[in-house]
């Protein structure tokens, strides 16, 4: 039974459970794998536990993360966040036709519905694309020429939907959820069903919110000063606030992985139940249904979970050791079954999955070779595009603020501000570690860098496999690095704990407020680009 400790109130170390000394014996036991310090007083652990009651800092922080879904859904122009049209689409063609839609590879044009071919025509939708000098027909003539256009479908025109590209190989779970507000909105034209569909994608913010507070929580006890900046950075981030409130899987995927990351985390550091395992797995079955991408974070699942299977060894039979693993694995390849069924095998998102011969494995090294540092190693492939530092130009700029198709940006002036600030957390996390003044078992550490390390790598090999076929210049994004955000929150909190007192204040009231105020400046900007 998990057990569990006071917290500690002290300024200074706020921290999560340090790791105990191993049992006695003659064989050395990794560090990663020595148990948490066990919590007391003793106390049934359950899910509902630690969400009780809602703490009055996270309904603040809640409030705010609601009042920016609204603006961000009614503010951006229609179609014009990443491949909504074909998200769009896709629940379109579940409701009006009862399947799943066809789909093709990148090269194949998307053929969408008679109606949202008309509404794109008739907003610029289209022509607007990453193309910052066409704005949406703001007038009543434009509007009224929509009207007559709508009037003459007489609500027929959108259930021929016949080519979605690549999106059509996503797994169904989100645009299910998405066919809520279509059909309540059916009434509507084409626009009352897109703003609906916003607003209830939006909603899903709110659980990556909550996943942000609960994973920083594992972490800082009953500092909440520190759990409210940690979490308004996961919160209160533009990019994922701008990709939920529109219609796109990815707001579905974040809140899933924010909360498969809470549970991971919590199971390594309080032990294995069963429930919660059970749940964990649950979660990510989920993820699966909504993104095949999920595949990439079953490493990090599975190590959460054979983790404490280990510590337990010495008090377990080998059957039953065997039998829990079992279990694991079990359940990894369930969700891996899931993944691959529910997204039609990958196919259309990349020829194939891994290196075939020696030759393709050491070019795909080269191109990471060359994507990854800032002087181009001799010896090996020149990838034109490769010829920048793709991580700043990645995932620094389009993980912070790129909107629109990516074309709506800040100053180029501003980005190397946020590249410090990136650097700068985690680098301060880092001091605190050392000096013992933020706490994360090795273990947890371990399991970051295993949420981490393989979708980079999975993402290379996309984008390697895209630059070698098809030719195309860089077309990853720092938004695929968005569920992983309540990581950053936790590197957040470490990094005040360098600080004392009044300080530390002052400096998670900045944290908080400052990510405010980007929200409030990438709406002002969103606006600059569309409306003036």
Known sequence: MATRAPRSTSPRAVASPSPDAPPATNAPIPSILIPAEPKGPERTDTLAGPVRKVPRPLLLLLGAVLAFVVAWSLFVPPLQVPDEQAHYGYVQSLVEKHKRPKGGGRNTPRQLSTEEEAAGLHSRAFTIIQNPHEKPPWSAAAEARWRAAARALDGGGRSNVRNLGTQAINPPLYYLYEA???????????????????????????????????????????????????????????????????????????????????????????????????ALVALMIGAALVKGTALLFLPAVAFALLVPVWRARRELLRSAIVGRAALVAGGCALVAAVALFASRGGGGQVDHAYPKSLAEAREFVSYLLRFWLPHKPPFTRDFPVLRTFPPYSVYIKTSWASFGWLETRFPEAVYPLFALVSLSTFAGAAVALKRRLFRIPGAVLLFFALMLFPLLLGLGWLEYRELVTLKYGIRIQGRYLLPLMPITGVAVAAALTLLRDRRRELAAGLVVGGMAVLQILSLAMVAGRFYA
């Open 180 to 278: 809520i507000p279509y059909e309540l909105a059916s009434g509507g034209d084409f626009f009352d069903r897109l703003y609906a569909m916003r607003l209830f994608s939006g909603l899903l913010m709110l659980v990556t919110a909550v996943a942000g507070w609960l994973v920083v929580g594992e972490f800082v006890g009953d500092a909440r000063l520190l759990q409210l900046a940690g979490a308004s950075v996961v919160a209160l981030q533009p990019m994922t606030t701008f990709i939920s409130s529109g219609v796109n899987p990815d707001a579905a995927f974040d809140a899933l992985i924010g909360l498969v990351i809470w549970l991971s985390v919590r199971t390594l550091l309080r032990g294995l139940a069963w429930r919660r395992a059970a």
